[in-house]
């Protein structure tokens, strides 16, 4: 799995980490059923805190992504495999954005739901 982070980017290592694997799951890189590296030893890859990486699954398997089976590990979904790679960069331009504007995460997020839901 080829992730780098770039510490010079406005968006968080977290987000980073979310972004591609979602990224390379859309791309067929990752397909369904793949296991993702358990939290510590891509914490470890990558030089970041477990909890950075943590919260990028926790987020991934929000979103639907990915799904944690316990011992078994953490997976890739067939729904990420049908996430376009277009609607992983508008997210990320809505993050930067929001992000610009100083808007909350929570806050963001309700947004968010708020458009999809009229």
Known sequence: MNITIDPDSPIPPYEQVRLRI???????????????PPVRQLATDLNLAANTV???????????????RGRAGTVITSRAAGTSVLAQQAAAAYAAQIRALGIPSDQ???????????
């Open 22 to 36: 979602a990224a390379l799951a859309a791309g067929g890189e990752l397909p369904a059923g793949t296991k993702l």
């Open 108 to 118: 963001a997020l309700a947004l968010v739901r708020a458009a999809l839901d009229h």
């Open 54 to 68: 943590a919260r990028a699954y926790r987020e991934l398997e929000q979103a639907g992504l990915v799904e944690t």
